[in-house]
C-alpha cells in the first residue's frame, strides 16, 4: 500500500530526535503528532483562568453569593458617544456598496495612524513615521507576538512581579528552562521590583539582550520617571540591548511631568519598541485595538553580525500573520482622538481614577499598605500579616465576596502583595471598601 508523504508507516516510525538531545532517538505512535514540550513547562493555568475557576467554584458553593469583582483588569464603562457615533456610521458606509470596505491595510488605516502621530506622538514633540506604527487587535497579543522575530538564545529580562504574558510567550518559544518552587524560570533574569527600590528595579549588571519594562506598571501601579527611562535607554544603548517598553496604561498618568512615552528620551528610537492599547484609555476591552510603534533606526544583527532593520522583521511577521483590525473598530479609535472623544474618554479614566483614589485612602486609613492607584487604576496592597496571596485571596472571597488578583500570579516578588483594579461602577467600590474593611479591622 502506497504512503502519504510525511505520513508514518502503520509499524511505527523512528522520528528525529528532539532539540537539544541530539542523538536521542524515539519510536513514536504513526497516530501521534509531536507536541511544543516548552508548552508543557508552563504553570498550571494563565492566572486569570485560574481565578476564574475557583470563583467559579464558590459560587457552586455559594449560590446566593454577591460578588465584587476587583480582580482582572476589565472596563464596565460603555463606549463614550463619540466613539459610538464613529462606529455607528462605519457600520452604515458597511452596507453601501460604493463604501463597503473588504480587507483592510495590515498596519492600519492612515486614518487612524494619522491620529495617533498627532495625537501621542507629534504633541509631545517627538516625530514617528507613518510606516513606524503597526496597528493590531491588543497589545496583549503584541507582547506575546513580538518575541518571533528574535533569536531562540536571546536572553530575556523582565521585572518581577510581571505580566504574566511576558514570561509565558517566552516560555512557550523555548528561552527557558522550567520553573523552580518560587516560579522563576531558569533562563529568564528576573529584575525584583520591591519596596527597597519603590517597584522600580535598576537595569541589569549580567549580560542580558531584551527587557521588557511596563509604566504605568501592571500590577504595581508604579509609573517610571524621565530619569528612570534615561538609565534604561543610556543601558541599552551602551549594552545593544532592546527594550520592550508596554505603555498600555498611559492615559491614567496624572502628573504633566512624568514621560507618557519612551521615546520623550534622547535616544529611545534606537533601542525600544513601544505598545499602546485603546483597552483601558477608550473601554476597548471587548471592541480589539491597540498599535505597536517600531522604528525604522532600530537594528538587530543576522548570524553573520551584519545589522537588520527590525522594523523589516515585524513588518514581514504582522503582514503574514494578521489580516488588520476592523475598519468599523479603526473608525471608533480614531474618535478617540476628536475633542469629543478626548473630553468623553478623559471622563471616564478621571471616573475610574476616583475610585482608585477612594480606594488608595480607604484601605490605607484602615491600616492596610498601599502602594499605586495615582498614575495607575491598581492598588498594589501589602496582605496581612505576610499572608499568602492565595490565603488573602481565598479569605477574601470567603469573608468579603470580593474578588482580587494574587500577587504571587505575577512572580515570586509579587507574593504578599495583591492587586485591586479600579475597573468597576462607584457603588460596587464602595461597597468593596466596606467588605474589606470589615472583614479584615
Given at each position: 500500500?502506497?504512503?502519504?508523504?510525511?505520513?508514518?508507516?502503520q509499524?511505527?516510525?523512528?522520528?528525529?530526535?528532539?532539540?537539544g538531545q541530539?542523538?536521542k532517538?524515539?519510536?513514536?505512535?504513526p497516530?501521534?503528532i509531536?507536541?511544543?514540550?516548552?508548552y508543557r513547562?508552563?504553570?498550571?493555568?494563565?492566572?486569570?483562568?485560574?481565578?476564574?475557576?475557583?470563583?467559579?467554584?464558590f459560587?457552586?458553593?455559594?449560590?446566593?453569593?454577591?460578588?465584587?469583582?476587583?480582580?482582572?483588569?476589565?472596563?464596565?464603562?460603555?463606549?463614550?458617544?463619540?466613539?459610538?457615533?464613529a462606529?455607528?456610521?462605519?457600520?452604515?458606509e458597511?452596507s453601501v456598496?460604493d463604501?463597503?470596505?473588504?480587507?483592510?491595510?495590515e498596519?492600519?488605516?492612515?486614518?487612524?495612524?494619522d491620529a495617533?502621530?498627532?495625537?501621542?506622538?507629534?504633541s509631545?514633540?517627538?516625530?514617528?513615521?507613518?510606516?513606524?506604527?503597526?496597528?493590531?487587535?491588543?497589545?496583549?497579543?503584541?507582547?506575546?507576538?513580538?518575541?518571533e522575530?528574535?533569536h531562540?538564545?536571546?536572553?530575556?529580562?523582565?521585572t518581577d512581579?510581571?505580566?504574566p504574558?511576558?514570561?509565558?510567550?517566552?516560555?512557550?518559544a523555548?528561552?527557558?528552562?522550567?520553573?523552580?518552587?518560587?516560579?522563576?524560570?531558569?533562563?529568564?533574569?528576573?529584575?525584583?521590583?520591591t519596596e527597597?527600590?519603590d517597584?522600580?528595579?535598576?537595569?541589569p549588571?549580567?549580560?542580558v539582550?531584551?527587557?521588557?519594562?511596563c509604566?504605568?506598571?501592571n500590577?504595581?501601579?508604579?509609573?517610571?520617571?524621565?530619569e528612570?527611562?534615561?538609565?534604561?535607554?543610556?543601558?541599552?544603548?551602551?549594552?545593544?540591548?532592546?527594550?520592550i517598553?508596554?505603555?498600555?496604561y498611559?492615559?491614567?498618568?496624572t502628573?504633566?511631568e512624568?514621560?507618557?512615552?519612551?521615546?520623550e528620551?534622547?535616544?529611545?528610537?534606537?533601542?525600544?519598541?513601544?505598545?499602546?492599547?485603546?483597552s483601558?484609555r477608550?473601554?476597548?476591552?471587548?471592541?480589539?485595538?491597540?498599535?505597536?510603534?517600531?522604528?525604522?533606526?532600530?537594528?538587530g544583527?543576522?548570524?553573520n553580525?551584519?545589522?537588520?532593520a527590525?522594523?523589516?522583521?515585524?513588518?514581514?511577521?504582522?503582514?503574514?500573520?494578521?489580516?488588520?483590525?476592523?475598519?468599523?473598530?479603526?473608525?471608533?479609535a480614531?474618535?478617540?482622538?476628536s475633542?469629543?472623544?478626548l473630553?468623553?474618554t478623559?471622563a471616564?479614566?478621571?471616573f475610574?481614577?476616583?475610585?482608585?483614589?477612594?480606594?488608595r485612602?480607604s484601605?490605607?486609613n484602615?491600616?492596610?499598605?498601599?502602594?499605586?492607584?495615582?498614575h495607575a487604576p491598581?492598588?498594589?496592597?501589602k496582605?496581612?500579616?505576610r499572608?499568602?496571596?492565595?490565603?488573602?485571596?481565598?479569605?477574601?472571597?470567603?469573608?468579603?465576596?470580593?474578588?482580587?488578583?494574587p500577587?504571587a500570579?505575577?512572580?515570586?516578588s509579587?507574593?504578599?502583595?495583591?492587586?485591586?483594579?479600579?475597573?468597576?461602577?462607584?457603588?460596587?467600590?464602595?461597597?468593596?471598601?466596606?467588605?474589606?474593611?470589615?472583614?479584615f479591622?
Open positions: 500500500m502506497d504512503r502519504l508523504p510525511g505520513r508514518a508507516a509499524t511505527g516510525v523512528i522520528r528525529s530526535h528532539p532539540p541530539p542523538g532517538r524515539s519510536v513514536c505512535s497516530t501521534v509531536r507536541i511544543n514540550q516548552h513547562k508552563l504553570q498550571a493555568g494563565y492566572l486569570f483562568p485560574e481565578i476564574a475557576r475557583r470563583v467559579s467554584g459560587l457552586r458553593d455559594n449560590p446566593d453569593a454577591s460578588l465584587i469583582k476587583l480582580g482582572i483588569g476589565d472596563v464596565t464603562e460603555p463606549l463614550c458617544p463619540a466613539i459610538v457615533t462606529m455607528k456610521r462605519a457600520v452604515e458597511m456598496r463604501s463597503f470596505r473588504g480587507y483592510g491595510p498596519r492600519g488605516y492612515d486614518f487612524l495612524i495617533i502621530i498627532e495625537g501621542d506622538y507629534t509631545r514633540g517627538i516625530s514617528i513615521d507613518r510606516s513606524e506604527i503597526f496597528v493590531s487587535d491588543g497589545s496583549k497579543c503584541d507582547s506575546g507576538n513580538i518575541q522575530v528574535f531562540r538564545d536571546v536572553i530575556v529580562a523582565v512581579p510581571v505580566y504574558v511576558y514570561v509565558d510567550s517566552n516560555v512557550m523555548g528561552r527557558t528552562g522550567r520553573a523552580n518552587d518560587q516560579g522563576q524560570y531558569d533562563g529568564l533574569v528576573y529584575l525584583p521590583a527597597a527600590n517597584f522600580a528595579p535598576p537595569p549588571d549580567q549580560s539582550d531584551l527587557v521588557y519594562l509604566s504605568p506598571n500590577p504595581t501601579g508604579t509609573v517610571a520617571t524621565r528612570y527611562l534615561r538609565t534604561w535607554v543610556e543601558w541599552a544603548r551602551q549594552r545593544g540591548a532592546l527594550i517598553f508596554d505603555a498600555a498611559e492615559s491614567f498618568i502628573d504633566p512624568l514621560p507618557h512615552s519612551i521615546y528620551i534622547d535616544g529611545a528610537k534606537s533601542c525600544a519598541i513601544e505598545m499602546r492599547s485603546f483601558k477608550a473601554g476597548f476591552t471587548g471592541v480589539r485595538c491597540a498599535f505597536t510603534v517600531v522604528p525604522r533606526e532600530l537594528m544583527a543576522d548570524e553580525g551584519d545589522p537588520v527590525i522594523h523589516s522583521l515585524w513588518n514581514r511577521r504582522h503582514s503574514t500573520k494578521f489580516n488588520g483590525a476592523s475598519y468599523i473598530v479603526q473608525r471608533g480614531q474618535a478617540v482622538y475633542a469629543q472623544g473630553e468623553q478623559g471616564q479614566i478621571s475610574y481614577m476616583e475610585n482608585a483614589r477612594l480606594l485612602e484601605l490605607t484602615s491600616g492596610f499598605t498601599v502602594y499605586g492607584g495615582q491598581y492598588i498594589w496592597l496582605t496581612p500579616n499572608m499568602p496571596s492565595w490565603e488573602f485571596f481565598n479569605q477574601l472571597l470567603d469573608r468579603a465576596q470580593v474578588v482580587g488578583t500577587g500570579g505575577f512572580g515570586p509579587g507574593e504578599e502583595f495583591f492587586r485591586l483594579s479600579a475597573f468597576n461602577s462607584r457603588n460596587n467600590v464602595e461597597e468593596a471598601i466596606s467588605r474589606i474593611t470589615t472583614a479591622s
